[in-house]
């Protein structure tokens, strides 16, 4: 496993009440610069569109869930490779 993720940090879908939500869109590429706290991906349920953002900031290490890919809370969106000192 490359160093880069074991030290990489988890995009968790997040509990939103309506099980499971479907990954609609991803705003960030991979090996693009993420910040803490911006929207990286918007996943729906229903008629209702929920944005999931950030853990950290860092670089965009990998997308695990694909646009139209159903999901349940807890499970694991994609990763973020921290920048240290940012």
């Given at each position: 496993?490359?160093a880069?993720t074991?030290?990489a940090?988890?995009v968790?879908m997040p509990?939103?009440?309506?099980e499971p939500a479907?990954v609609?869109?991803?705003?960030?590429e991979?090996?693009?610069?993420?910040y803490?706290?911006?929207?990286?991906?918007e996943?729906s349920?229903?008629?209702?569109t929920?944005d999931?953002a950030?853990?950290v900031?860092g670089?965009?290490l990998e997308q695990?869930?694909?646009p139209?890919d159903?999901?349940?809370?807890g499970?694991?969106?994609?990763?973020?490779?921290?920048?240290?000192?940012?």
């Amino acid at each position: 496993m490359p160093a880069e993720t074991t030290h990489a940090v988890p995009v968790i879908m997040p509990a939103i009440g309506i099980e499971p939500a479907v990954v609609s869109v991803w705003f960030a590429e991979p090996g693009e610069l993420v910040y803490e706290g911006d929207r990286i991906v918007e996943v729906s349920a229903g008629a209702a569109t929920f944005d999931v953002a950030a853990p950290v900031t860092g670089r965009l290490l990998e997308q695990r869930a694909l646009p139209r890919d159903r999901l349940q809370p807890g499970q694991v969106l994609g990763l973020v490779t921290p920048n240290p000192g940012s």
